[in-house]
C-alpha cells in the first residue's frame, strides 16, 4: 500500500451487495422480461428470462403458470440430480447425453454405496422406496440417488404419473422439489432442548460453573466463548507467499496457508504419502499442497500425489499462477475421482494399492486427508471413510479438516451417536435408530445456522426490511424467545457440541491421540474458522 493511500484494507472493509441488482427486489412490471418467481432465500426475484406469454423461467416453470398463454410444459425433476428439472418430453434424451450428473457406464470398483453411512435406517436392506423414499432422501443416502440406482440412460419414468425415484407424479411438480424443514418449535421446547447441549459444551470446554446444574439457561449462554474456547493457532506457508501479494481479497489464501502450514508443522508435508483432498472443488488447495512438496522455483513432479475427491465434475480446473509453471504438467499429477464421499471405499482405489513383487500381497500406502471447509455431513462421511480405510489395512497419517455448515448434517451420518446421546432427551441404545432423536438432531443442526447469522441492516428510507430467520430487530419476535446474540451463543454451542463428538472419535478410533480442535484462521476472515488436525504417532510406510 502506498504512503498516500490511507484506504482500509480490502480484508477489513464491511461487506457489501454490489454483486446483487437492487430491481430484483421488486416484482416484474408487465412488459417486463423476467422470471414472476420470488426466491426467498434470497430476498428478491428469479432475474432469469421467460419465454414469450410465461410468466416464469424453465427452472420455476414446475411452479403452476396459470398466466401462460401457450400450452402448459410439463417439467420434472430430473432423476439424476433433483435440483435442477427438465422438460418432460425432452428428459429421455436429458438422461442419455446431457445431464452432467450422469452416472458413468461402468461404475468403478471403489463404489460402495452408503458404506460410509454411520447408521442406517430400520428396513433399509429389505423396503422399498414406495415404502421409505421420503426418509432416504431427506438422510440422502444412496437408496434415493438415480445415479447409483438406476442403470445409465435407463427412462426411469413410467408411464406419465410415476417414477422409479420419486414415485407418484400427479401432484404439482415444484413440490417434489421443496426440501422438508423441520416445523419452528415453540420457545419451552427450544429451551429444553438447547439447555443440556450447552451444558455438554461448557463441561468439555471447561467453562462450566460450579452451579451448571441449577443455573439458567440465559445465564448459560453468557459463558459461551465464540474463538475463545479453543486454542488460536494461525499458521502461514511459504507456497503461498508469492500468491497473497497478488489477490485483492486474501481470505482464501490465508485459509489455505493456515491449513499447509499446520500439516507442515505436524510433519505431514512428506512425499511418502499419498494426499488425498475431500470435497476437492476445482483443487485450488491441492494445487498449494504440491508446491509446498515441490518448492523452488523449478517444481518436480516426481513425488507427493494427490488424489481430488468431490462428486461433481468442475468445469473450470484451478491451475497455480506461475509463468513457468506447466499447467498440464501439475494437473497430471492429480487423480480426480468424481463420487459421492458416502459411497467411497478408500481399500479399492488403484493409486492406493502397491504390490509386493516377493509375495504378491497387496499393501495400501499411507495417506494425509484435508479439506478446507468440508460441508455438514461430508466431514462425518470422510471420518468414516478414514476409518473403514484403516479397518482395511491402511494407514492415515494425519489430517487437517476445516469444519463448516453443521446446519446440513444428517442424522444417518453423524459420526458418534453414543456422544449426542449425552445430551438429547431420546437417545441411540446399542447404536439403532432412533426417529425421537432424529427429530432433535434435525433441529439442533438448523439451531447450529444462528452461529454465523448477522443481522439486517435497515432500509434506507426506514422502512422495516422484511427479516430472515435469525435476523428481527426485536428480539422477542423470534419464536425461540431469544435475543440475537443469545442466538448466535447458542448455534456456537450447538456446532462446538457436534466437534466435540467428532474429535472424540477422531482420538478414539483413528487412533489420533494428539488432534485437537484449532482455530485456524480469524473470524473476520471466515466465521466458520475452526479445524479438526491430528496425527498419528507411527505410521510405517509399505
Given at each position: 500500500m502506498s504512503g498516500g493511500d490511507n484506504r482500509e484494507p480490502l480484508n477489513k472493509r464491511p461487506r457489501t451487495n454490489r454483486g446483487k441488482s437492487n430491481h430484483l427486489v421488486k416484482a416484474p412490471v408487465d412488459g417486463e422480461n423476467r422470471c414472476h418467481f420470488f426466491v426467498a432465500a434470497k430476498g428478491r426475484f428469479c432475474p432469469l428470462t421467460i419465454k414469450i406469454g410465461s410468466k416464469y423461467c424453465g427452472e420455476h416453470m414446475v411452479v403452476c403458470d396459470s398466466g401462460s398463454t401457450e400450452p402448459a410444459t410439463r417439467r420434472?425433476?430430473?432423476?439424476?440430480?433433483?435440483?435442477?428439472?427438465?422438460?418432460?418430453?425432452?428428459l429421455k434424451r436429458h438422461m442419455e447425453a446431457l445431464c452432467n450428473s450422469r452416472p458413468p457406464a461402468i461404475r468403478p470398483a471403489f463404489t460402495n454405496p452408503d458404506c460410509n453411512v454411520t447408521l442406517l435406517p430400520p428396513g433399509y436392506a429389505e423396503k422399498s422406496f414406495d415404502e421409505c423414499g421420503q426418509l432416504w432422501s431427506s438422510?440422502?443416502?444412496?437408496?434415493?440417488?438415480?445415479?447409483?440406482?438406476?442403470?445409465?440412460?435407463?427412462?426411469?419414468?413410467?408411464g406419465a404419473t410415476s417414477s422409479k425415484v420419486f414415485g407418484d407424479l400427479s401432484s404439482s411438480s415444484?413440490?417434489?422439489?421443496?426440501?422438508?424443514?423441520?416445523?419452528?418449535?415453540?420457545?419451552?421446547?427450544?429451551?429444553?432442548?438447547?439447555?443440556p447441549v450447552v451444558t455438554a459444551y461448557l463441561q468439555a470446554t471447561l467453562l462450566a460453573p460450579e452451579n451448571i446444574e441449577s443455573a439458567a439457561l440465559d445465564d448459560l449462554l453468557e459463558l459461551v466463548r465464540p474463538s475463545e474456547d479453543f486454542p488460536v493457532d494461525i499458521c502461514t506457508h511459504s507456497a503461498l507467499e508469492k500468491r497473497s501479494h497478488v489477490k485483492t481479497n486474501p481470505k482464501h489464501v490465508l485459509q489455505q496457508s493456515s491449513l499447509i502450514g499446520h500439516?507442515?508443522?505436524?510433519?505431514?508435508?512428506?512425499?511418502?504419502?499419498?494426499?488425498?483432498?475431500?470435497?476437492?472443488?476445482?483443487?485450488?488447495?491441492?494445487?498449494?499442497?504440491?508446491?509446498a512438496l515441490n518448492p523452488g522455483p523449478e517444481r518436480s513432479d516426481n513425488g507427493g500425489s494427490i488424489i481430488l475427491v468431490d462428486?461433481?465434475?468442475f468445469r473450470q480446473k484451478y491451475s497455480i499462477d506461475d509463468q513457468n509453471s506447466k499447467a498440464e504438467s501439475l494437473q497430471q499429477r492429480f487423480e480426480r475421482i468424481y463420487i459421492d464421499i458416502r459411497d467411497l471405499d478408500l481399500s479399492k482405489i488403484p493409486e492406493l494399492q502397491t504390490v509386493d513383487p516377493a509375495t504378491g500381497a497387496t499393501h495400501l500406502r499411507p495417506i494425509v486427508a484435508?479439506?478446507?471447509?468440508?460441508?455438514?455431513?461430508?466431514?462425518?462421511?470422510?471420518?468414516?471413510?478414514?476409518?473403514?480405510?484403516?479397518?482395511?489395512?491402511?494407514?492415515?497419517?494425519?489430517?487437517?479438516?476445516?469444519?463448516?455448515?453443521?446446519?446440513?448434517?444428517?442424522?444417518?451420518?453423524?459420526?458418534d451417536h453414543a456422544h449426542l446421546s449425552t445430551a438429547t432427551t431420546h437417545g441411540s441404545i446399542a447404536g439403532e435408530w432412533c426417529d425421537s432423536q432424529r427429530a432433535e438432531f434435525q433441529h439442533l443442526t438448523t439451531m447450529s445456522s444462528w452461529a454465523i447469522n448477522t443481522p439486517a441492516p435497515s432500509q434506507p428510507n426506514g422502512d422495516q426490511q422484511q427479516q430472515r430467520d435469525g435476523e428481527e430487530a426485536d428480539p422477542g419476535a423470534h419464536y425461540s424467545g431469544l435475543s440475537f446474540?443469545?442466538?448466535?451463543?447458542?448455534?456456537?454451542?450447538v456446532k462446538r457440541f457436534l466437534d466435540i463428538g467428532r474429535l472424540a472419535f477422531v482420538r478414539h478410533k483413528l487412533g489420533m491421540k494428539d488432534a485437537g480442535l484449532v482455530y485456524y484462521t480469524t473470524r473476520s476472515t471466515s466465521p466458520e474458522n475452526l479445524a479438526l488436525l491430528g496425527t498419528?504417532?507411527?505410521?510405517?510406510?509399505?
Open positions: 420434472v425433476p430430473c432423476p439424476y440430480d433433483p435440483s435442477h428439472s427438465v422438460d418432460f418430453n425432452k438422510e440422502a443416502l444412496a437408496k434415493a440417488d438415480a445415479r447409483l440406482m438406476v442403470k445409465p440412460g435407463e427412462h426411469v419414468y413410467l415444484h413440490e417434489l422439489l421443496a426440501r422438508a424443514k423441520p416445523e419452528p418449535l415453540d420457545e419451552a421446547t427450544v429451551r429444553r432442548l438447547l439447555r500439516l507442515g508443522k505436524r510433519g505431514l508435508l512428506d512425499k511418502q504419502y499419498v494426499f488425498i483432498e475431500f470435497g476437492a472443488g476445482k483443487g485450488e488447495l491441492s494445487v498449494y499442497v504440491h508446491a462428486r461433481k465434475n484435508y479439506s478446507k471447509h468440508l460441508c455438514g455431513a461430508a466431514t462425518d462421511l470422510t471420518i468414516k471413510c478414514l476409518e473403514r480405510y484403516q479397518q482395511a489395512g491402511g494407514s492415515v497419517a494425519g489430517v487437517a479438516i476445516a469444519l463448516c455448515c453443521h446446519q446440513v448434517c444428517k442424522y444417518s451420518m453423524y459420526i446474540d443469545q442466538r448466535m451463543r447458542a448455534g456456537h454451542a498419528t504417532t507411527t505410521i510405517t510406510a509399505p
